[in-house]
């Protein structure tokens, strides 16, 4: 974990974590400034990469990964939270996010042993199965099983949660002032300073890192999150063909359509983390209709025939943006 340093009234702590790096910024509240927030996060950072690593041999996700026909796996509160909350997004994503598609991401070269296709006879080679008709959880027991060898991959959600469990450990501890940043999934409360809000950038997908798609404000002290998803840097290629990372569920293959990113913006920022990915696996035209359907501000960036970038949204997202990114 990266240093603590105070600049300006406000606190930072940076380092990596999940494969990724993260960035935490806060106010300290006068009133109990002898608070730890390195161990604070450190705890959390570890506790939750114990519970949903598939890196990490004994981590509970990698227990049950390995769960054989009749085994069963008491899960922690914070372990099976998650997943039950992936299946409600699932059935409300019309499929597009699925945490039980583990293997076929292993397939495509993006999972634990990133061991990529050579041939694209091997991608032909897989027929698309449903998985969540065979997990059980059964509640008198507390205990999870599987009815059928599949395997759990909760990449697209755990990061949105950790955030999520810092920023209560923060509240917990009477700082409600915060930006907290793991692998580009953003939650923010309160101010900065004065009068000035926290601002979130959201990145183009062009080749220009520092060129933003729009900005978010921070809103007086409500906490919002949030989050994207896109298919732009991590994908490989075979025989002129493009491979993203991004899986749609309900076909096993990679995403292929014109939309190329999204994002998302909800209180909660596991559940903007998930939704940004099923948006993205949705595309513009059935994830705005979704969307719409169940208040989720959303943005979409597609690429036409020309390689123009178009961005979209709706009035729900467009109600967070900086009047300059309207």
């Given at each position: 974990m990266g240093g603590c340093k105070y600049e300006n009234s406000i606190n930072s702590l940076n380092g990596l974590t999940m494969g990724t790096s993260f960035s935490i910024k806060w106010k300290d509240n006068p009133e109990n400034e002898n608070i730890n927030v390195r161990e604070i996060v450190g705890k959390t950072l570890s506790s939750i990469n114990h519970a949903m690593s598939i890196y990490i041999d004994k981590s509970e996700i990698s227990q049950f990964n390995k769960l054989k026909m009749g085994e069963q796996l008491k899960p922690s509160?914070?372990?099976?939270?998650?997943?039950?909350?992936?299946?409600?997004?699932?059935?409300?994503?019309?499929?597009?996010?699925?945490?039980?598609?583990?293997k076929e991401i292993e397939k495509w070269g993006f999972g634990k042993n990133k061991k990529k296709p050579d041939n694209k006879k091997m991608l032909t080679k897989h027929t698309m199965q449903k998985h969540w008709n065979a997990f059980v959880y059964d509640k008198e027991k507390n205990s999870i099983y599987k009815k059928s060898d599949f395997l759990l991959d909760m990449n697209g959600i755990a990061k949105g949660f950790a955030v999520d469990k810092i920023a209560q450990q923060l509240e917990e501890k009477q700082i409600h002032h915060y930006m907290i940043e793991i692998g580009g999934e953003v939650k923010v409360k309160g101010e900065k300073s004065p009068n000035k809000p926290w601002i979130i950038g959201i990145e183009s997908p062009n080749e220009d890192k520092n060129k933003l798609s729009g900005k978010i404000s921070s809103k007086e002290n409500r906490a919002i999150s949030v989050a994207s998803s896109g298919d732009y840097r991590n994908y490989w290629e075979l025989d002129g063909d493009k491979y993203s990372h991004?899986?749609?569920?309900?076909?096993?293959?990679?995403?292929?359509?014109?939309?190329?990113?999204?994002?998302?913006?909800?209180?909660?920022?596991?559940?903007?983390d998930a939704w940004a990915t099923a948006m993205l696996v949705l595309g513009e035209s059935e994830g705005l209709a979704i969307a719409n359907k169940l208040k989720i501000p959303v943005l979409f960036i597609s690429k036409d025939e020309k390689f123009k970038l178009n961005t979209v949204s709706n009035n729900l997202f467009k109600e967070y943006l900086n009047k300059e990114s309207r």
């Open positions: 509160a914070d372990f099976l939270k998650l997943i039950l909350l992936s299946k409600e997004i699932y059935d409300n994503s019309n499929g597009a996010f699925d945490i039980t598609i583990g991004i899986i749609n569920p309900r076909t096993g293959k990679p995403i292929g359509h014109k939309t190329v990113a999204t994002s998302v913006i909800l209180e909660n920022c596991a559940e903007a």
